[in-house]
Antibody, heavy 123, light 108 residues
């Protein structure tokens, strides 16, 4: 079945970097875009951007430029989110989610989602 | 505006009907999708496109849209429907995505 499995929780100190992985299975990885979504503690969902898994071209939402980098390793069907110069406010659960698209009706949506990766930034 | 606005919380009696709305300018041009999130769990897609349910989603969930407002209706709400619900769509440029502010549904 189509599945996204993310790496485990991380505890990092301010100023450090973290790399979260999202391994896809059950479908052709390069045929569907991958999104990243942040959820801070007790807060809503925030779309961070997406990466074209065919070309590797990333698109970042406002507020997620500079310290955030999306990348791929297509040989292992895995997408990555790297965050550098971590701050306490980066503490959140990070989700990957595949874009599904209906070109005929010009509709798209996120399915499935990874299970989430908790990144905690604390000294 | 690139924002999608939802009511923070709604309550519904067991077996009754509740409608959750999502307002934003971009909804005049683009479909919304809807996600259910229970505490400690990843979001799950419940409605996409005009009014489509993924396999496994009960038919008590339905979607509609009019003007700048998309709606998710739960007809005959069950205890297991208690969760946070988020809409998502493209922003006005069509190049980015945006989530709604989220609605907490309580089943009484």
């Amino acid at each position: 079945q189509v599945q996204l499995v993310q790496s485990g929780s991380e505890l990092k100190k301010p100023g450090a970097s973290v790399k979260v992985s999202c391994k896809a299975s059950g479908y052709t990885f390069t045929s569907y875009a991958m999104n990243w979504v942040r959820q801070a503690p007790g807060q809503g969902l925030e779309w961070m951007g997406w990466i074209n898994t065919n070309t590797g071209n990333p698109t970042y939402a406002q507020g997620f430029t500079g310290r955030f980098v999306f990348s791929l390793d297509t040989s292992v069907s895995t997408a990555y989110l790297q965050i550098s110069s971590l701050k306490a406010e980066d503490t959140a659960v990070y989700y990957c989610a595949r874009t599904e698209r209906d070109n005929w009706n010009d509709a798209d949506w996120f399915d499935p989602w990874g299970q989430g990766t908790l990144v905690t930034v604390s000294s | 505006s690139s924002e999608l606005t939802q009511d923070p919380a709604v309550s519904v009696a067991l077996g009754q009907t509740v409608r959750i709305t999502c307002q934003g300018d971009s909804l005049r041009s683009y479909y919304a999708s809807w996600y259910q999130q229970k505490p400690g769990q990843a979001p799950v897609l419940v409605i996409y496109g005009k009014n489509n349910r993924p396999s496994g989603i009960p038919d008590r969930f339905s979607g509609s849209s009019s003007g700048n407002t998309a709606s998710l209706t739960i007809t005959g709400a069950q205890a297991e429907d208690e969760a946070d619900y988020y809409c998502n769509s493209r922003d006005s440029s069509g190049n980015h995505r945006v989530f709604g502010t989220g609605t907490k549904v309580t089943v009484l």
